[in-house]
């Protein structure tokens, strides 16, 4: 198991690394191929190979049987189903962990909102664990109004793509596969299920919990949309309790919903309400998801029957609007608005509507315009785990960047690579509506990942400023933080940006390190960051500098006690002197705010008794001198210049130094010809493998691949041959990949080629770790013998 398997490539890391030696070693679980390490700059795997053209198939279940590259997958039948048992290669389908800490958790009384996601089948551009080239792809961000993500398919068993699991746990949200039966086939495994003594139905629910554990995600919608004897229909509750009981026993957070379809008859018969005829199917489980075409009477008579559960009834609303719904479309606020009247959850079946029936040129404003017509109905949810780190990475783009260096060109699409998204929307001034903020994702510049937040607004002239919020928190505070900011303000524009943070507290909240704007202010700027100690350099070397693409970066530091962070906002202020209206265009890059460890076990406080507001900008009237070196400095105007690329962490985990990745294996080698290798014209060759490395995986964002390829190795005895300069070859969230189709040199007789293998850990803290902390492996291949 993936969970067991990391454990011990985990402890096999703190321990000290034995000598490098020349013995030849075998690996029995890649395959038993020939390994043996070699002493070079650093210690690093070699691994010889001959290359051989004979097929060596992967599993078909696992990897895409045109291009091996790894996919996600579900289960057909119950044979498959119950067949199945964890294997070495369901590891790349694994989640990184549980959902991030939000609140108010999912266990409260608040009315919830599920996304339940059914595109065309599903399995699409999703379906591939290591992404894909896809052009124009179907991406969700706004999880801040999401509390249960469900991905939908019409197959018997569906595990959520490994890529939705990810994102939706990022955000703090949990997910569920979908059991279905459906048509006559449903009928007849049904029967052959539940029709039978507890032991056949209980070894489905075992399986069920198995796969949601092992996969790492929470639960399952169950959907039985077809009729049921007696035998059968009087056995769903009894599975539906054993099913959820073992969930909450093995998986935290495990939930189980039960949809609207089969009555207690056995009949199927949708009742668009809980009622008398299903009760004992929601009384089963943890919730119910009823069918679409309810009207307000509906929801009038289920209050009796939910009593205290009325936040475990989902109504569901359809957006396709199809049959006879309420709503749907560009009107589900009028759904909403309803279920939210009567205290209800809301389901929201198919809300892809915008990608798939309208302009996919306009999907980002379609998507943006349908949440925005749901947000007051659609109550947000706060931050309440550290570190919290996000580049505002859509996990798509038309190229990759990696801290202001274009790394890639070329569309892409990576779920997994999504990282936290901010609240979405434009933002008007009441007094007269003319003072306006937008935020919108935006693929034309990054600072890191393939995408940036692209933020507009206008000043008027009778306004001194506007602000948006872009994060909702509820975290304690270290004592002592740092934050660092990337911005690009576009235009000759000299609005100043400032970054704005407010504080819940008992009364006890002590800000230090900062200082007030004005005598009547309680907005503060906080102390720039001097002389930060040595070891710091790797995270704040580049402060005040002006980085490749027009970014520069800015760092910060504040001192706080006894203080919550609550808000994260963006305040645009004119400048000095100006009475002008003021249009501004800027774009954020990254945000991050780490704890240290000793708050590891601190317990939230939910009083809200006062707020501050601290902008993170300079006063007026400060000099230059006043800052220090390297510090940002005022411009003509007295402010700094924008900054919009924020990070907050603590000392210590700046001076914890990052493990460095260890025993990278190679193995499934397969080798293909090429046509050209691109030098010459010279026949060359397509290499597939799979990497494996160990890692501990909370310390990092994920992995970059690289490869360097030699220029046909050197003579046997002889050493290598020089590297070329690392090309990326994709992003990880494991610790494994595999590479596809990989064109090298063919060698030449008597000579081995060579190809080298890096993997680079990319930290939370933001900053590039040293080549020699990568992991490597090398692979030495030549041609048979005649």
């Not at 290359?51 to 997958?73: A, G, H, M």
């Not at 809300?351 to 947000?380: I, M």
């Not at 009083?607 to 230059?624: D, E, I, K, N, V």
């Amino acid at each position: 198991m993936e969970a067991a398997e990391a454990g011990t490539r985990g402890a096999a890391a703190r321990r000290p690394r034995a000598p490098a030696t020349l013995k030849e070693q075998r690996d029995p679980r890649h395959g038993g191929r020939p390994r043996r390490r070699i002493e070079e700059n650093q210690e690093a795997a070699v691994f010889r190979e001959v290359v051989s053209f004979s097929p060596d198939p992967l599993p078909v279940r696992y990897y895409d049987k045109d291009t091996t590259r790894p996919i996600s997958f579900y289960f057909s039948s119950l044979e498959e189903l119950l067949a199945w048992a964890p294997d070495a290669e369901d590891g790349f389908n694994v989640a990184l962990g549980p959902p991030e800490c939000r609140q108010p958790p999912l266990s409260s009384r608040r009315p919830r909102t599920l996304l339940c996601h059914d595109m065309m089948g599903g399995y699409l551009d999703d379906k591939f664990i290591q992404g894909s080239a896809a052009q124009s792809p179907y991406s969700f961000y706004h999880w801040q109004y999401v509390d249960v993500f469900v991905y939908f398919s019409h197959h018997l068993v569906t595990i959520p793509p490994v890529g939705w699991t990810n994102a939706a746990h990022r955000h703090g949200v949990c997910v569920l596969g979908t059991f279905i039966t459906e048509w006559k086939e449903g009928e007849r495994l049904c029967e052959a299920f539940l029709a039978g003594d507890e032991r056949s139905y209980r070894a489905v629910a075992d399986q069920l919990v198995r796969i949601a554990q092992f996969f790492r995600f929470e639960g399952w919608l169950i959907n039985v949309e077809n009729a049921l004897s007696l035998a059968a229909v009087g056995n769903v509750p009894r599975f539906l309790q054993y099913l959820t009981a073992r969930l909450h026993q093995q998986v935290p957070g495990g939930l189980v919903l039960w949809y609207d379809s089969v009555v207690s008859s056995g009949q199927l018969k949708w009742q668009d309400e809980l009622n008398e005829q299903n009760r004992v199917f929601f009384d089963s489980c943890d919730g119910f998801f009823t069918n679409y075409n309810w009207r307000e009477a509906h929801l009038e008579r289920m209050l009796g029957q939910a009593g205290e559960r009325r936040a475990d009834v989902y109504v569901g609303v359809d957006v396709f609007a199809r049959g006879n719904v309420v709503g749907g479309r560009f009107d589900t606020d009028k759904s909403l608005e309803l279920i939210r009247k009567h205290g209800f959850s809301a389901a929201l079946f198919a809300p892809g509507w915008v990608y798939e029936c309208l302009e996919k040129g306009d999907f980002f404003q379609n998507q943006d315009k349908f949440w925005s017509l749901l947000e007051r109905y659609l109550p947000t949810h706060s931050i309440c785990s550290l570190p919290f780190v996000t580049s505002f990475c859509l996990g798509m783009g038309t190229r990759r960047v990696c801290y202001g260096q274009e790394e890639a060109v070329g569309p892409w699409y990576h779920p997994s690579a999504q990282e936290i998204q901010p609240l979405f929307g434009e933002h008007r001034l009441e007094e007269d509506g003319r003072g306006w903020v937008k935020t919108r994702c935006c693929l034309a510049d990054a600072w890191h990942g393939g995408s940036s937040l692209l933020i507009r607004g206008l000043i008027p002239p009778e306004v001194g400023d506007v602000a948006v919020r872009l994060f909702s928190l509820e975290v304690p505070v270290p004592p002592k933080i740092f934050l660092s900011m990337v911005y690009k303000l576009e235009g000759p524009s000299a609005v100043g940006v400032a970054l704005e943070l407010t504080t819940g507290d008992t009364g006890s909240c002590h800000v230090g390190g900062i200082s007030a704007l004005t005598e009547r202010s309680s907005r503060r700027s906080p102390r720039p960051l001097r002389v930060p100690p040595t070891k710091l350099a790797k995270w704040v070397g580049r402060c005040g500098q002006r980085l490749s693409g027009g970014w520069v970066q800015r760092c910060y530091e504040v001192s706080l006690r006894g203080c919550l962070l609550r808000d994260l906002f963006v305040r645009f202020s004119r400048p000095p002197g100006s009475q002008e209206e003021e249009n501004f265009t800027c774009r954020l890059g990254e945000i991050q705010v780490r704890r240290p460890r000793g708050l590891a076990g601190t317990v939230l406080v939910q009083r809200r008794l006062g707020a501050h507001r601290f902008p993170l900008l300079f006063p007026r009237g400060t000099g230059r001198g006043d800052l220090g070196a390297g510090c940002p400095q005022p411009g003509p105007s007295g402010w700094a210049e924008p900054p919009l690329f924020c990070q907050v962490v603590d000392a210590n985990s700046l001076l914890t130094p990052l493990p460095q990745v260890q025993a990278v294996t190679v193995s499934h080698v397969r080798w293909r010809p090429a046509t050209s290798d691109g030098e010459g014209g010279r026949a060359g060759l397509q290499l597939s493998c799979t990497l494996h490395w160990a890692y501990l995986l909370p310390r990092v964002r994920g992995f970059r691949i690289h490869c360097c390829r030699g220029t046909g190795g050197g003579a046997p005895g002889g050493g290598p041959s020089e590297p070329e300069k690392p090309t990326l070859l994709g992003l990880a969230f494991v610790n494994r990949y595999r590479i596809v189709d990989l064109v090298v040199a063919a060698a030449e007789p008597g000579r081995d080629g060579r190809v080298e293998f890096l993997v680079e850990p990319v930290p939370k803290e933001g900053f590039l770790v040293p080549r020699a902390q990568w992991g490597r492996a090398a692979m030495l291949y030549s041609t048979p013998r005649t």
